[in-house]
Each structure stands twice: as C-alpha cells, then as structure tokens.
T-cell receptor, first 114, second 115 residues
Framework: EAGVAQSPRYKIIEKRQSVAFWCNPI?????LYWYQQILGQGPKLLIQ????????DSQLPKDRFSAERLKGVDSTLKIQPAKLEDSAVYLC????????????FGSGTRLTVV | AQSVAQPEDQVNVAEGNPLTVKCTYS??????LFWYVQYPNRGLQFLLK??????LVKGSYGFEAEFNKSQTSFHLKKPSALVSDSALYFC?????????????FGKGTTLSVSS
C-alpha cells in the first residue's frame, strides 16, 4: 500500500512569512495526526483529526497555527506568521480509528525559519 | 497525564555486543507501548509494540522489548548490534483506557554502533 505522503520535503522562509504543509494519509485511515519535532526532542502532537473533525488540538498554538482536513482525507497545516522557534520537522501520521497498533508516518517536512 | 522518559541521550555499543535502550512510562490506566526508529532525513518507522499478553515482544530487524509493569519500563534490546542499527530511537505510550488518544513520545535516544 502507498504510504503517507507529505510535501514539500524542505522549506526555508523568513520570520513573519506564512507557510503551508500538505499531507495525504493512507487510504482508509480515518485518523490523521500532525506532530512537530524540534531538533533534539521527541515528536509533539499538534493536532489530531478523526475524519474531518478535530479530536485534540490542545497543543496547537492557535494564534499562528491552523489545520484543516476537508472531506476527511488530505490535510493542510499552516503557520502564519512564522517565528524562529517554529523551525522543526513537521510529521504527518495516519491510523485506523481506535487502532491498537502504531501509526504510519510520512517522511516529514523540514522547516527552517530565518 | 501520560508521559515517557528515555533517560539516556546516547547509547554507544560495539558491533556484535548486546544493546539496551531504556524507556519508562507513566499512564493512569494500562499502557499501549511502542518503539519507533528514525534514520536521518526519514520519518519514524515502527519497530514493535506491546498491547497485551507476553511481556517479551519481538519486532523488526531482530529487536525485542520487555514490558515490566512493576517497574513501568519497556526497554528495547537486541542480542547482537549491527552498525546499521545506528539511528535515533523513540519510545511512545498511549493509555489503553482512552480510546483514540494520540501517542506520547519520549525525547529519543541516539544509538551509535561502532565497528
């Protein structure tokens, strides 16, 4: 089966600019996650979707971050305006709902804010 | 609240020697436990999981992990390390009693295997 697709792979922007990341999960996976992985740290959950509804966005900095999953398939994560501390790898993952197994992760988007 | 601790930032072993990467966890209920590996510029790859049953779990690439409920630990092990095992390893936990909640990850341990 095809894996989780993410784009772009790399992005360099200046602070205060905006940026968007795209994720296409595995077909049939109802649950989609966005994680932020800062260098030297473990992945931190930003937002979790079940189909097109938000399950958990408690750690999403809502003043600058937004995410949507229209039609319950693809998802877009946006940062506006970006700060230096947003430099990180943004990982998308998907799973079946209630799955006791692990997730399938995409390769991630490495964002550098200068 | 759920949490995971990986007490070692780096583990160094010689090729052919056994390796252990440590993980302890905290959940209010019973845990689902996972190990993932990350190679440079790659996403996280699933290694193994503990859901229920036998405390010794076998996974990909010859890795195994032992669930110890009394010590709230889930250490990753391999009898004989390979240079190609050098990577970043993450332990993760989910509370079994909270269906649909996301995985919580530790900060990661860098494994370096020397030839």
């Amino acid at each position: 089966e095809a894996g989780v697709a993410q784009s772009p792979r790399y992005k360099i922007i200046e602070k205060r600019q905006s940026v968007a990341f795209w994720c296409n999960p595995i077909s049939g996976h109802a649950t989609l996650y966005w994680y932020q992985q800062i260098l030297g740290q473990g992945p931190k959950l930003l937002i979790q979707f079940q189909n097109n509804g938000v399950v958990d966005d408690s750690q999403l900095p809502k003043d600058r971050f937004s995410a949507e999953r229209l039609k319950g398939v693809d998802s877009t994560l946006k940062i506006q305006p970006a700060k230096l501390e947003d430099s990180a790898v943004y990982l998308c993952a998907s799973s079946l709902w209630g799955d006791r197994g692990g997730y399938t992760f995409g390769s991630g988007t490495r964002l550098t804010v200068v | 609240a759920q949490s995971v601790a990986q007490p070692e930032d780096q583990v160094n072993v010689a090729e052919g020697n056994p390796l252990t990467v440590k993980c302890t966890y905290s959940v209010s209920g019973n845990p689902y436990l996972f190990w993932y590996v990350q190679y440079p510029n790659r996403g996280l790859q699933f290694l193994l999981k503990y859901i229920t049953g036998d405390n010794l779990v076998k996974g990909s690439y010859g890795f195994e992990a032992e669930f110890n409920k009394s010590q709230t630990s889930f250490h990753l092990k391999k009898p004989s390390a390979l240079v190609s095992d050098s990577a970043l390893y993450f332990c993760a936990v989910r509370d079994m009693g909270q269906a649909g909640t996301a995985l919580i990850f530790g900060k990661g341990t860098t494994l370096s295997v020397s030839s």
